[in-house]
């Protein structure tokens, strides 16, 4: 068994020494032709005879009380099998990470939507019409539909947030003595997640014993609510949840895993419950709306004095101590000796805030980096220099040295691979072509993380743990985690995931992922290998595993003639450790657009997009380009489209679909390129890889943004950036 | 359940004679009634499947025309030899329309008869006059961006959401019907659709049971063609503002000229005075300002539908300069 808390910086292993070259190599997705084919079965695809159908019940307003729930007419419907509301054991929405069990029914209503009830049938069609037919009676008050509604009784971050606020030195004074400042305020609107996979679940009791088939993304996070909040004992509770199409931090945990074990409870069936896309919206957390004050202040040289980030953010009221984390990529990022960033939380009646893709940096970017584009402007500078100008020696908020850092390295390398030097803004016809460029950075976390390698009398290593792949890559990557550790083809490693019966792996979110769960598999390869040098009577530093054989010395024996007839297993567990605090840590990066801004419309479309990522080490140069891709793409959205309108009559989304909330289509997405500087980040985790799958999004968004400025000299703060937020600065047609 | 009937007819006589039962509706592509069914906005008893019906042929006609079969999938029309030589407008208006996949599906005459998108038409828990009358509309007050801002009332704001209706309107097609009491009509697209008054849940002059056979399109208007939408972004989205037009210049005037809008009118728009303001007029600023001070009086935002008017100016002006071959 080999456990390894990052205390200090790790000396390298089997993984290290490895010369089977398939790490870091771009290998397809190994699960990828059992998606294509369909045979990879989602949550909700399981076939099960006898199965019962669950549809939720919910409250057509945004704050008061049911008064009434009619069920008559729905349960003399043909097919139902029961209808089960206005009973505690109904959660009234999706718990929030950071929440310990469901709010249970209780008559209260405080964001729009919330369930109230679920109607079981024998199909899905008869349980949806049933659902319909209930007439839920409600009195509706005055509800905080807004942040601003909530700015006034705002909280500070709780004891021992992930950003706590930062104040050091003295902002306004800096302000008042610099000799150049910007003061601008960044909005950007409530955003949901709306994965392509809908959220649903397949729920089934043996006696005491409940299994959950559903999109989950961190099992072991999400059984303890799932136990806490149905009172049953966490061993009860196996979860099988394989593939998972999308999860972007929105799959933490769902109302529906809830719904459907209370259904499947009560009727004796097997239930499915899936949630509609409308449901989505309202009943499954979203990220919060922003407003984002941002203060630079600096000599005409451009060194910044003062760095500031204050933002105001919203959550449900009673949900949970979650917040948007505004400042967290902002807040390592320059240098400056005076540095206000923090973060209000409003309490307001909307649908719960919870982690969306890059909680923090996927928003708070935006203020800051079109903020550092301005001041550029405003200082004269190239928006590179600026930012070369800032770049600080240590963690300008902590003081801690950086694990990694490599942010000049990838704005000249962008710079160079984007032709940045000779970027002529122009007009092409109608269009008027602009160019920006935008930091990355996102924070890096390691997570707890085990997993069990078992090398089988075949020659074939299986790896098992409830790690999860969300359309990632996990699959992949830990295949060839083994295969590099163990001397394997990527072909002789099975990997099976996402089953609670498996080692506890870290789960997907906060980029963690992939270096936690690649670091576990890389130590229980180490057990493996170390039992391999004693069976071949060699040191394991003097072994070299190849192509399923070991060599030492002069004698090469295939690893299946060493297993022989007794397996063997490694079970490695990485834990975090003190070099998370002793060492600032970040992915970083730096974006360049091209775009183009109708002078007629107003009407926007990127014409190319490049980045360059420093992520440590690259584990799969294929799943790590689709990520940086993925989270740039993202970031179009959240420049150009994305925006969940709450009608403030009643706190309802308005747009609650995906024909009016606009995501980029492929006709948005332009040529789209990602780069890589790559270093083993030792400080980090043992594989020395950072976070990947959220550093993408995080600057993207601005990078649109400020080549939009470029382009029609007009610089909207609040997003998304519309047509009809440039019309006014456009040449007279 | 709500269960419903289903009778796939095989003739268009048989289709119509169907229709005796109340709460009867007719299935093209199913691409706007299925989505509608789900979520209980239409709550037909029965449906009459009118795919298979021998109407998916384009015909050329005497008179320099074409009849197009009410089935003929809008994939189908838009990639049409014929339609792309000589009515540009309407090929580039299909395609600038819904996707590929709906494109297939979708058909002529059930994207005349789309309803429309108003977020709260598709909200069965809001006050919607059109789906529910006499509820109100939330529309009025709320979030209105996509609405309309000509010929709407107190009762309805909601746009008509196609692209090829506009095109079809700027090209003076004609309906060809079969009634349900047997006997064809025939109908001028400008009669067609009904602006909203007190009645938004009525939307087009046709009769319970009346089938749409086909749509007949008059020889093609001289000068260029232009379809030019404007959108959120670039594909899959409906028009905040679309334009449909030809125009010809001769001895340095306008000798002619159709124009239609999409996005802006509750029912695909067309406005005489707009044409009037340019026919006779040399191609020029005070000409376009002119068609679209015409277009754009009677205009009306709602709050943040208000940018449209000055969209639709831009929009209509730099069409009209593209149309007349006349720069800035
Ligand atoms: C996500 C999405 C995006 C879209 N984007 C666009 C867009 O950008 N632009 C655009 O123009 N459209 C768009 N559409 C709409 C699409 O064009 C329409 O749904 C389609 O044209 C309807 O045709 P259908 O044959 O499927 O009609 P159906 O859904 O079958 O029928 C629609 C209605 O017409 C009636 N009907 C159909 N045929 C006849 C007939 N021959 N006689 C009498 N009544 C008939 C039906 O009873 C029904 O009431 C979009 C649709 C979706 C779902
Ligand atoms: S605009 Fe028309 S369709 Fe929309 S809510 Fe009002 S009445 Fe209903």
Redesign the interface.
């Known amino acids: 068994m080999s456990e390894y808390q990052m205390n200090e910086k790790h000396a390298g292993m089997a993984l290290d020494r490895g010369v089977q070259g398939v790490l870091g190599q771009p290998i397809s997705r190994i699960d990828g032709l059992a998606k294509v084919t369909g045979t990879a079965t989602y949550g909700l695809e399981h076939r099960i005879d006898n199965l019962a159908y669950g549809v939720a019940i919910t409250a057509p307003i945004g704050k008061g009380r049911v008064t009434a729930i009619d069920t008559e007419a729905a349960r003399r419907m043909p097919g139902v099998i029961d209808i089960i509301a206005g009973e505690a054991s109904i959660p009234r929405e999706t718990p929030v990470f950071g929440q310990k069990s469901a709010h249970g029914y209780d008559g209260k209503v405080e964001s729009y939507g919330e369930i109230v009830g679920v109607a079981i049938a024998d199909c899905f069609e008869a349980a949806r019409a049933a659902a319909m037919a209930v007439v839920v009676t409600c009195v509706a008050e005055p509800g905080r539909f807004d942040i601003r509604d909530g700015e006034a009784d705002a909280e500070s971050p709780p004891e021992g947030a992930l950003l706590p606020d930062t104040v050091i030195g003295d902002i306004d004074k800096a302000m008042g003595e610099a000799e150049v400042t910007l003061d601008v305020t960044y909005t950007t609107p409530p955003q949901v997640h709306a994965a392509m996979e809908p959220h649903g679940t397949i729920a089934s009791w043996e006696g005491d014993r409940l299994t959950i088939r559903a999109p989950v993304q961190i099992v072991g996070g999400a059984i303890p609510v799932i136990a806490a909040t149905l009172g049953i004992v966490a061993e009860n509770i196996r979860v099988l949840t394989p593939y998972i199409g999308g999860g972007f931090g929105g799959k933490t945990m769902s109302a529906d895993i809830i719904l459907a074990a209370v259904a499947a409870k009560r009727t004796g069936r097997t239930v499915k419950v899936p949630l509609s896309r409308q449901q989505i919206f309202h009943v499954t957390y979203g990220r919060s709306d922003t407003i984002q004050r941002v203060r630079l202040g600096a000599d005409r040289a451009g060194k910044l004095s003062a760095v500031g980030q204050d933002s105001l953010v919203g959550q449900k009221a009673g949900a949970s101590q979650f917040f948007e984390p505004v400042a967290l990529g902002a807040v390592a990022l320059y240098a400056g000796a005076n540095r206000s960033f923090t973060t209000r939380t409003a309490q307001v009646n909307l649908t719960a805030r919870g982690p969306v893709r890059a909680p923090g940096e996927a928003v708070g970017m935006i203020g800051m980096e079109c903020a550092m584009d301005e001041m550029a402007a405003k200082l004269g500078l190239d928006p590179i220099a600026f930012r070369k100008a800032n770049e600080p020696e240590v963690d300008p908020s902590t003081g801690s040295p950086f694990s990694s850092r490599r942010l000049i390295e990838c704005y000249d390398e962008g710079a160079r691979r984007f032709g940045w030097a000779d970027r002529r803004k122009r007009r092409e016809g109608d269009w008027l072509i602009g160019h920006g460029m935008a930091t990355a950075s996102r924070v890096n976390f390691l997570a707890k993380s085990a997993a069990r390698v078992r090398l089988g009398a075949d020659g074939r290593a299986l790896i098992e743990t409830d790690m999860t792949d969300l359309g990632t890559g996990t699959y992949t990557i830990l295949a060839q985690v083994a295969g590099e550790s163990l001397g394997l083809p990527i072909g002789s490693v099975d990997v099976h995931l996402g089953d609670s019966d498996f080692p506890t792996g870290a789960g997907s979110g906060g980029s963690f992922g992939a270096a936690s769960s690649a670091s576990s598999v890389a130590l229980a390869c180490e057990d493996v290998v170390v039992e391999l040098a004693r069976r071949m009577g060699a040191d394991p530093a003097d072994m070299t595993l190849k192509d399923g054989h070991a060599i030492s010395g002069n004698r090469r024996v295939s690893l299946a003639e060493l297993v022989g007839g007794s397996p063997i297993e490694g079970m490695g567990t990485i834990q975090p450790g003190s070099t998370g605090q002793a060492f600032s840590q970040s992915t970083h990066g730096a974006h360049f657009a091209e775009i183009g801004v109708n002078a007629v419309t107003g009407e926007i479309r990127v014409r190319r997009m490049l980045a360059v990522f420093d992520c440590g080490r690259v584990l799969n140069h294929k799943t790590a380009r689709s990520q940086a891709i993925g989270g740039m793409i993202w970031g179009i959205g959240y420049a150009l489209h994305e925006h969940a309108v709450v009608d403030t009559r009643t706190g309802a989304y308005v747009n609650r679909d995906l024909a009016e909330y606009h995501v980029p289509t492929n006709a948005d997405v332009p040529q789209i390129e990602a780069y890589f500087v790559e270093e083993i980040d030792r400080h980090a985790n043992p594989v020395g890889a950072k976070g990947l799958g959220e550093a993408g999004i995080s600057g993207a968004a601005a990078v649109v943004a400020n080549a939009i400025h470029d382009a029609c000299g007009v610089r909207v703060r609040d997003f998304p950036i519309t047509a009809d937020k440039l019309l006014e600065g456009l040449p007279p047609v | ?3 419903f009937d289903y009778a796939r007819a095989d003739t268009p006589e048989a289709a119509v004679a169907g229709f005796a039962q109340t709460g009867t509706r007719f299935i093209a592509g199913g691409t706007n009634l299925l989505d509608l069914m ?1 979520l ?1 906005i239409e709550t037909p008893t029965r449906l009459v499947d009118i795919s298979r019906l021998p109407l998916a042929d384009i015909e050329e006609r005497e008179d320099g025309g074409l009849t197009i079969g009410a089935l003929v999938p809008n994939s189908d029309l838009a990639a049409d030899k014929r339609v792309i030589a000589k009515y540009e407008m309407l090929s580039r208006a299909l395609l600038a329309g819904a ?1 590929g996949q709906l494109r297939n599906k979708a058909t002529t005459g059930g994207n005349l008869l789309q309803r429309t ?1 108003c ?2 038409f ?5 006050p919607c006059n059109k789906r529910a009358p006499g509820t109100g509309c ?1 529309a009025i ?3 209105n ?2 609405m309309a801002v000509l010929g709407t009332s107190d009762h309805c704001i909601a746009s008509h959401p196609s692209d090829m209706a506009v095109a079809m309107r700027a090209l003076d097609a004609t309906l060809v019907t079969l009634r349900a009491e047997g006997g064809q009509r025939r109908i001028p697209i400008a009669e067609f659709h009904l602006p909203p008054g007190d009645t938004p849940h009525i939307e087009t002059v046709l009769q319970p049971g009346e089938l749409i056979t086909h749509i007949e399109l008059p020889p093609p208007p001289a000068g260029r063609q232009i379809y030019r939408k ?8 409906f028009a ?2 679309s334009v449909a037009g030809a125009v010809s210049v001769e001895d340095g005037r306008i000798a002619s000229a159709t124009l239609a809008f999409g996005g802006l009118g509750v029912m695909p728009w067309r406005d005489p005075a707009v044409e009037r303001a340019l026919i006779g007029q040399a191609p020029g600023s005070p000409a376009f300002e002119a068609a679209a001070d015409a277009l754009l009086a009677p205009a009306k935002g709602h709050g943040s539908n208000d ?1 449209k008017i ?2 639709a100016r ?2 209509l ?2 069409c009209l ?1 593209h149309l007349t071959g006349t720069s ?1």
Do not use: E, H, W
């Open positions: 359940m709500r269960t789900k209980q996707s998108r977020n709260y598709y909200d069965t828990a809001a939330a007050g709320g979030f961006r996509i404007v959108r959120d972004r670039a594909s899959y989205a905040l503002v940018f000055p969209l831009r929009t002006i730099s300069r800035l």
